[in-house]
């Protein structure tokens, strides 16, 4: 399309032919004030052809020359007719200095720059921030999602072990034991001959009553499976420590009402359950395993 296309007809001026080429394409004076960075008020005197209002004459050509590419009009054309315009003006209109506070206004509506700070700084800042944050967690081998999952774990663990002890909690169970001068046989269930009853010691030991015949329900319930022939010492309550041997396939149930004390071998293979809840041994020390009740649990 030509400078004098079929858009710009009945148009007598510049300032008419942009200002038609403007509305044609269905753009208002502060889209184009955004684009070109021309003051809204420098726009309006182009397009009025009041060329006496507007800047010095290398800033204003500069001015319908970036207009012009806004438009998509041949900048060349426009800025010869802006000149015919202009040279028909008085001389001393055209070339008559201008006060100094129109000298300032004209400085201050040239160009104007953004007011407000553009969105992708603050996303810069945001990403730089998620970046450092991301160095630190790789140079200090720190894994957020890791973390996170433990401490969810053992919350999860927490509040189930605290649940268990509540619907639990009741009387305390007191045992008797009794000491007795022979060697006592106590009777445990074979695992191979579950009619058969075997020997639980081979020396004087301390004898936990059956709670079975007691009326009382205790607090924790502890059953032993021995795959193996298994010398052990326990502490039921405050009951004296006693010192037990079991054979292989035995099992035994304990029972306590605040707190339960096992030491087995360090190599041991016995499978415990707390209230049917199988039970993980803690790691073994000085060739011994040491399992306390509740505390062991609780950690």
Request: proline letters at 8%.
């Amino acid at each position: 399309m030509t400078f004098y296309s079929a858009e710009m007809e009945g148009a007598t001026t510049i300032g008419e032919i942009l200002r038609e080429t403007r509305v044609r394409r269905g753009l208002d004076l502060v889209t184009v004030a955004e684009e070109t960075k021309i003051s809204s008020r420098n726009l309006q005197a182009m397009e009025d052809g009041n060329l006496a209002s507007l800047p010095a004459e290398v800033y204003t050509r500069g001015f319908y020359t970036m207009y012009a590419r806004m438009l998509a009009l041949d900048p060349g054309e426009v800025l010869e007719m802006y000149t015919r315009e202009r040279n028909k003006l008085p001389k001393t209109a055209i070339y008559s200095t201008p006060p100094p506070n129109r000298l300032a206004q004209d400085m201050a509506s040239m160009a104007e720059r953004p007011t407000s700070l553009p969105s992708s700084y603050f996303g810069l800042i945001i990403f730089l921030f998620l970046l450092f944050g991301a160095f630190l967690c790789w140079y200090f081998g720190w894994n957020p999602a890791s973390y996170l999952s433990e401490k969810l774990r053992s919350l999860e663990g927490s509040q189930r072990l605290e649940q268990v002890r509540n619907e639990e909690s009741g009387p305390e169970f007191i045992f008797d034991a009794v000491v007795p001068e022979p060697p006592i046989k106590s009777e445990s269930i074979s695992l191979f001959s579950p009619t058969t009853v075997t020997a639980a010691t081979t020396q004087p030991v301390g004898i936990i009553k059956d709670p079975v015949t007691s009326a009382v329900r205790p607090k924790y319930v502890v059953n032993a499976v021995f795959v193996e022939e298994t010398p052990l010492s326990l502490q039921v309550d405050n009951q004296p420590q006693q010192t037990l041997s079991y054979k292989t396939g035995e099992a035994i149930t304990w029972q306590a009402g605040e707190k339960l004390i096992v030491k087995l071998p360090g190599d041991t293979r016995t499978r415990l359950t707390l209230n049917d809840i199988p039970l993980k041994l803690p790691k073994a020390a000085n060739n011994s395993i040491t399992l306390s009740i509740p505390e062991d649990i609780l950690r």
